[in-house]
Every structure is written in structure tokens, then in C-alpha cells.
């Protein structure tokens, strides 16, 4: 039970970086000079995804 509460819990925090990726993105695109911050910004939200995506279908494959 309390796998499944933290799996909602993690699908909502997921939910708010996308968005707030996709927020940084938007003001890196108009203020060029925030643009070098946000892409090292996005870069490194990128990164921990693809390590999070990797860590998910790990966890998945054992219990699934």
C-alpha cells in the first residue's frame, strides 16, 4: 500500500518539473541572457530523467 501512495506521490512530482521545465524553456527562449543559466538548467533536468526513465523500467521489470 504504501509502494502505491509513493508511486502517485512521484508521478505528481514528476508532473511539476515537466511543467516547470517547460516553463524554463519558455524564458531561456525570450531573455537571452537568463538562456545560458537555463540551458545548463535543462540540460541537467534531462539528464536526471533519462536516469529516473532507466531507474523505473529497472524496478518495474523486477516487480512487474
Known amino acids: 500500500q504504501t509502494c502505491v501512495i509513493d ?3 512521484l508521478v505528481e ?3 511539476r518539473i515537466r511543467g516547470l521545465g517547460t516553463h524554463m ?12 543559466k537555463v ?13 529516473f526513465d532507466q531507474n523505473i523500467q529497472l524496478i518495474s521489470s523486477q516487480y512487474l
Do not use: C, N, P, S
Not at 524553456?25 to 545560458?36: F, N, Q, R, S
Not at 540551458?39 to 536516469?51: P, S
Open 13 to 15: 512530482y514528476l508532473a
Open 7 to 9: 508511486l502517485y506521490e
Open 25 to 36: 524553456a519558455v524564458i531561456g527562449h525570450t531573455d537571452k541572457e537568463l538562456g545560458a
Open 39 to 51: 540551458a545548463f538548467w535543462l540540460q541537467e533536468f534531462r539528464y536526471r530523467k533519462e536516469r
